[in-house]
């Protein structure tokens, strides 16, 4: 069979496509996230509409994500976030962390492969106060007993902190910490500048040259690992690679990729089988990196982008129930945690409740999306803690307190583990069943 063969083209640009959709992913998330003003309120490319955004700039959240807030697919309902698109292709930048008085946070690292290769926070590095220097490539840090280093494998970074918050009032104790990360260069001046980051905030992946460009244009930033350039470099016969220039594709290649695009889009957007039992699933498992596993690699990119290594946080899943039929709010479930088997969180842990067709809060009457540890309203009984799934209100009064209303349709939950206990990463816990009554 020919090298050239439509059956060989139609395989290399579907590997292209799972290895280089997590780019696409970050590319498509910077564009959203990227703030296209300053602190002092002017924007970057002088008005919303432009590609020009500030990189190197902490973004601070000041409110607890609700169902209007549509830049990231399955946001939490527990934290603040803190986040920052990084670029150390210049220079190192420096990272001064508060001391938190015991209050838990995380900055995950995330290269742009979407590998979290690092983290700093309660786990990793402690709540005191702290100084690091995040340097990529040739550039070393300098020698200072005062700066922590740390090596990023690509130049193009994200940071995403995340800032637990024990309710509403207790936004402005976690505004006053925000306000003391800060980020600069190595001389001290601010570290945000200007940048494009070529795409539209809400490109879609389906157009092949687009996806290309994009791509590509990633690839220059972010040279892939020696190991697997040979890898990379196949895929120019598909219109992949940091030498290939997108607008000369010719139609047989844009319909490959185009075709590769939709079925593994496609092919990434079907549910889980429950493989821990109950309608549970863990989709991410990932530590440090998914090394040479760019399916898995692909999957949480499209549908988790943003998760951490399961060591800091597991985000336990689920969309059906113990018999394997789709959750849906016009039914009425349940599921009881018994008095010894509660999550075991040396963080916290929580249940947040996701409309299937968005992958986002669902708007509800009592403004509640999410029910754990730090809820002072639910109770507890002889059989532990029994929680109600539907979009109706309990007829009973007495469960409404541990009621989490689900949308009128398809929905999912996700059970939120920070810093996680041994028999959860170790896959010995029992997760109660989600019944149907």
């Known amino acids: 069979m020919s090298c050239t063969s439509s059956e060989n083209i139609s395989a290399l640009a579907r590997n292209a496509v799972l290895y280089t959709l997590p780019l696409f992913e970050m590319t498509r998330m910077r564009a959203a996230m990227c703030p296209r003003r300053d602190d002092s309120g002017q924007f970057a490319g002088g008005s919303p509409d432009s590609t020009l955004g500030w990189i190197n700039q902490l973004v601070r959240g000041r409110q607890l994500l609700g169902p209007r807030n549509r830049e990231v697919v399955t946001p939490n309902n527990d934290t603040l976030y803190l986040s920052a698109w990084l670029d150390l292709g210049d220079e190192p930048l420096v990272l001064e962390v508060p001391d938190t008085a015991g209050r838990y946070y995380v900055l995950g690292l995330l290269d742009f492969c979407t590998n979290p ?14 100084r690091f220097v995040l340097h990529h490539g040739k550039v070393a840090p300098p020698a200072d007993d005062d700066l922590t280093p740390i090596a ?3 130049r193009d970074v994200w940071m995403i902190g995340r800032i ?27 570290a945000q500048r200007r940048f494009d ?30 190991a697997e350039s040979a890898l990379v470099a196949r895929f120019a016969a598909v219109g992949i ?6 607008s000369t594709l010719e139609a047989p290649t844009l319909a490959a990729l185009g075709s590769a695009l939709g079925q593994v889009i496609d092919e990434l957007g079907v549910p889980q089988p429950s493989a821990l039992g109950g309608g549970w699933f863990l989709p991410v498992a990932v530590r440090a990196s998914f090394g ?20 800091e946080a597991m985000y336990v ?10 959750l849906d709010g016009r039914h009425t479930y349940e599921l009881t945690f018994p008095p010894d088997g509660l999550p075991q969180a040396q963080a916290f842990w929580s249940i947040t409740m996701y409309d299937k067709a968005s992958c986002m809060l669902v708007d509800n009457v009592i403004d509640r999306h999410s029910i754990g540890d730090r809820s002072p309203q639910l109770r507890y009984d002889e059989h532990g803690l ?5 979009a109706a209100p309990p007829a009973d009064a007495a469960t409404q307190s541990n009621w989490l209303p689900a949308p009128d349709g398809l929905f999912y939950i996700i059970l939120r583990i920070y810093i996680p206990g041994a028999a959860h990463l170790e896959q010995r816990f029992h997760y109660p069943p989600i019944r149907r009554l």
């Open 292 to 311: 040479d596993d760019y399916l898995t690699r692909a999957h949480v990119s499209r549908n988790y982008i943003g998760a951490l290594g399961i060591k």
């Open 117 to 130: 290769f690092e983290s700093i926070g309660t786990r990793t590095t402690g709540n005191g106060a702290r």
């Open 197 to 226: 980051v070529g795409v539209v905030r809400r490109t879609a992946a389906g157009d092949p040259r687009l996806y290309a460009a994009a791509v590509n244009a990633a690839l220059v930033r972010n040279r892939p690992p020696a």
């Open 241 to 246: 690679g940091a030498e290939t220039d997108a």
């Open 386 to 390: 029994t929680l109600r799934l539907s």
């Open 152 to 154: 990023c494998p690509t």
């Open 164 to 190: 637990l918050v024990d309710g509403t009032d207790d936004l402005a104790a976690v505004h006053a910490l925000q306000d003391r990360f800060v980020l600069k260069t190595l001389s001290g001046q601010p």
């Open 317 to 326: 899943s689920a969309d059906c129930d113990s018999e394997g039929r789709p």
